[in-house]
């Protein structure tokens, strides 16, 4: 046995064989090369439908409940979120904005904006403080609102903007309006804003032949003792203050606690302001408010209004 295995004879290559060694050896690198460039350029046809994939990636809610079964609350997603509701008022809540949707109500949401694609929906929007406003389109209608609660409708091309507290403003066709408290607004005719008053002096003559539960008697005058003329100032005193809420609103909310004092058809509307105002402005009186104005009017124009603001504030007080 030998310390150190030989070698095995090696013959030596031809000058064609190593030509042929060589054209494969180039072959498998250009193959290679090529294995490397597809790809890139499949990413890149790839790119355009995955863009168009990414801006399409919205969320939808589709809610089948009626308003009267308290609704799960939405995420601020950053994604837009589509809602679509049934056949009955929806309600739900995107952030510190609450939506009540009539039945049949489509819109995105996005933290800042909202899109009414069609049918119309309350919107009760907290104050902004230092952020954004928060901006609802409706077709070319656009709607900049700081914080307040206010109704967008659309059909088709029309809008409406109808406005329960606060100011909004609305921009249509370049013309730009201010709709305040208990005021309304059409594209029929974008340079007018109406006053919805009329409308709130109706249903408070029907609430004012309620009778009234025995805690809040001592609280009330003689229905008959209330003079047309006393009606007249309590509705004019109810305006003017609305309009102090945005400047004044110490003002407005010890305004709104006198004449809520009285009996009148306004007083009812006066004292759900006041709980309101107080909700929008974080006051601790506003639960007691709400309670006061359920106990007191039981069949007032704002007691569904009054029970949902409640429910809400005993969910954030927990």
């Known amino acids: 046995m030998t310390d150190k295995l030989d070698r095995p004879p090696v013959d030596p290559m031809s000058d064609v064989a190593w030509a042929r060694v060589e054209r494969g050896l180039w072959s498998r690198i ?4 090529s294995q490397t460039v597809v790809p890139k350029r499949s990413r890149l046809w790839l790119a355009v439908p995955l863009g168009a994939l990414a801006a399409a990636a919205i969320v939808v809610v589709v809610i089948t409940r009626g308003s009267a079964t308290p609704p799960a609350p939405v995420a601020s997603a950053e994604e837009p979120t589509r ?14 904005v609450h939506v009540e949707l009539d039945a049949h109500t489509a819109m995105v949401m ?8 069609t049918g119309a929906a309350w919107f009760s929007v907290a104050p902004r403080g230092d952020r954004a406003p928060f901006v609802v389109l409706a077709g070319d209608t656009r709607v900049r ?8 409708a659309r059909s088709g091309e029309h809008s409406e903007v109808t406005v329960d507290h606060g100011i909004v403003e609305v921009t249509f066709h370049g013309n730009v ?23 709130a002096e109706t ?19 003689p ?18 203050l609305a309009r102090l809420e945005a400047s004044q609103p110490d003002v407005a909310m010890k305004g709104y606690l006198e004449l809520s004092q009285g009996s009148g058809r306004w007083a009812a509307v006066a004292l759900y302001a006041a709980a309101r105002l107080a909700a929008d402005r974080n006051d601790g009186r506003a639960q007691l408010l709400l309670e006061i104005y359920l ?7 704002n007691v569904a209004d009054a029970e949902r603001l409640l429910s809400r504030l005993k969910g954030e007080s927990r």
């Open 30 to 33: 250009d193959s290679a090369t």
């Open 83 to 96: 809602v679509v509701a049934g056949d009955a008022p929806s309600s739900m809540s995107f952030g510190d």
């Open 110 to 117: 996005q933290p800042d904006s909202a899109l009414v694609e």
């Open 145 to 152: 609102v700081i914080g307040t609660r206010f109704r967008v």
């Open 177 to 199: 309006a201010r709709v305040a408290a208990h005021q309304a607004w059409s594209s029929d005719q974008p340079t007018r804003v109406a006053s919805t008053v009329a409308e």
């Open 203 to 221: 249903e408070s003559e029907s609430e004012s032949e309620i009778e009234m539960p025995a805690s809040a008697v001592k609280h009330a005058k």
């Open 223 to 240: 229905h008959h003792a209330a003079s047309a003329a006393t009606t007249d100032n309590d509705a004019a005193r109810y305006q003017q």
């Open 295 to 301: 106990r007191r009017f039981p069949a007032g124009a």
